[in-house]
């Protein structure tokens, strides 16, 4: 028999133990996840270098499903709008995340066919880009920029100031393919 002493101190090594492996563990085991179908009408489809897919060729999300991997508010001011905005979305990087995405740029497209890149190290970056579907509380209307505005914490950095990140913020988003 161990001495108490001895017990208390084994346990005491097994808890952080029994911690770090479950957190060397979860990424991988939240990546390879299966992705369920969407219910309601698609908002978002993203191709191209992903692991995860739920259709064909494709991730496609409902809001529901988007919403379901963290959604995240942010307070900036922007170019196109008057005042100090909240915007609730789902940062980039969560949904590269998901998907297991492996390139290094995002085409994105809007309905309008206006489309831009987005170098993933945009998504990596703290605080980092949110594909927003709320401003104010309210859904985005395809009206207003909606269903879903890439939207950069412009008051964060100067450097998001700029011409270059204004043109990424690209609005009626509607899809997203990886690239190298
Ligand atoms: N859907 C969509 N998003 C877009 C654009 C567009 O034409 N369509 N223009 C982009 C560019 S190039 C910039 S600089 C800004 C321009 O916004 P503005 O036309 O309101 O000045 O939005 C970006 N997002
Ligand atoms: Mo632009």
Redesign the pocket.
């Known amino acids: 028999m161990p001495r108490p002493d001895a017990l208390l101190a084994r346990r005491a090594l097994a808890l952080p133990l029994f911690a770090l492996l479950a957190l060397a563990l979860a990424p991988a085991a939240r990546a390879a996840e299966p992705l369920p179908p969407p219910r309601g009408a698609v908002v978002l489809t993203v191709s191209g270098k992903i692991s995860v897919r739920n259709a064909p060729e494709t991730a496609v999300f409902d809001l529901a499903l988007l919403q379901s991997l963290g959604t995240v508010t942010i307070r900036t001011t922007t170019i196109?709008t008057t005042g100090e905005q909240q915007f609730t979305g789902v940062p980039l990087m969560a949904v590269l995340q998901r998907l297991g995405a492996s390139g290094h740029t995002i085409e994105a497209a809007?309905l309008?066919d206006?489309f831009t890149e987005i170098p993933v190290s945009d998504a990596e970056s703290d605080p980092g880009p949110i594909i927003a579907y709320a401003q104010n509380g309210e859904l985005l209307s395809v009206r207003d920029k909606g269903p879903l505005w890439i939207v950069y914490p412009y008051d964060a950095d100067a450097a998001l100031r700029s011409?270059v990140i204004?043109?990424r913020?690209?609005?009626?988003l509607v899809s997203l393919q990886v690239k190298d």
């Open positions: 196109w809007a309008n206006y011409e204004y043109a913020s690209i609005w009626q």
